[in-house]
């Protein structure tokens, strides 16, 4: 009995030895790998980021919609800046008036100041030949002037080309373009008995105000009226009336190029009435749109349809004409 307890001793104390063997491993092995980490995860060292990599905040960000991975919405585009509203003409004045050239130095002047009374922003003129564009503006210094300068020398041109001036004010208007175009060429007719060959012409000029709106002006000085001098020299193809009423299509035409860039305004001795015929200025510029205002003979002013005339009077200059000062809103052409 007593080799039996002995033997069971020494089992126990075999076990007792294992377990404090493995206990040890076991601290061992803890004591190696570290303490367990507790809190925010111990840190990692970073990527270097390079500058052309992107980053997460660059790469746009997707959404699971459905099962299917959508891209992330563009973002709204800015709000747009709202466009400033076009230039738009307003009030203006005109004047328009024939100063023969038979009237005299001193009346002429005169005539030039009483239309220049009332500050008028246009000038049309009509037979000023023998005045030099620079003695215009000499009289009107406030205001730039045109005409062609050069003499058509043709038969009936000489200085029927030079005939016919605008003037505008220089401190309101700058000028674009200008030009002149000829009407009729070799109107053969009588005056007085004597027969004459005569062109006839418009002078046209583009302006601009300071916010850009820009209006057209055109003088011209028509024939002298076939209803009452049918009698022709030579042997013309077309009647004068005939010709008078080509020389108008040529007018219109013009006018319906310069409108593509604003109201047209055209002035002058017209020479004709508007109930003598289809082929009258009167006939013709209302076929096209126009309207106008005159005196109580053959000087008109047409202006298109949607301006209003706010005053419209005759004053009296060295003439066998009256000029006519016309103020207009542009503003619904």
Known sequence: MGEHSASGSGALRWTAAALIALLVGALLVHDALGPEPTGAPASRPSATLHPDEPTSASVPQQVVEGGVLLPEPEPPPPPRTPEPDPPRLGTVTTAVANLPNRTADGPFAGSMRTLLAAAPDFVMLNEVSRHGTDE???????????????????????????????LWRAADWSLVDAGRVKLVDDDRGYRLGKPFTWDRYATWVTLRQADGAVVSVVSTHLMTNPARYPQQHGHPRLSRAQQYGQGMEVLVALVRDLADQGPVLVGGDMNTHGNEGPWTAQARMTGAGYRFAKDSAVMYLFYPDGVEVLDHHEVRVASDHPAIVTTLDLSGA
């Open 136 to 166: 215009l503006r000499a009289l009107a210094p406030a205001y730039g002037a045109y005409r062609d300068e050069q003499m058509d020398r043709e038969l009936g041109g000489l200085s029927q080309s030079m005939n016919n001036v605008v």
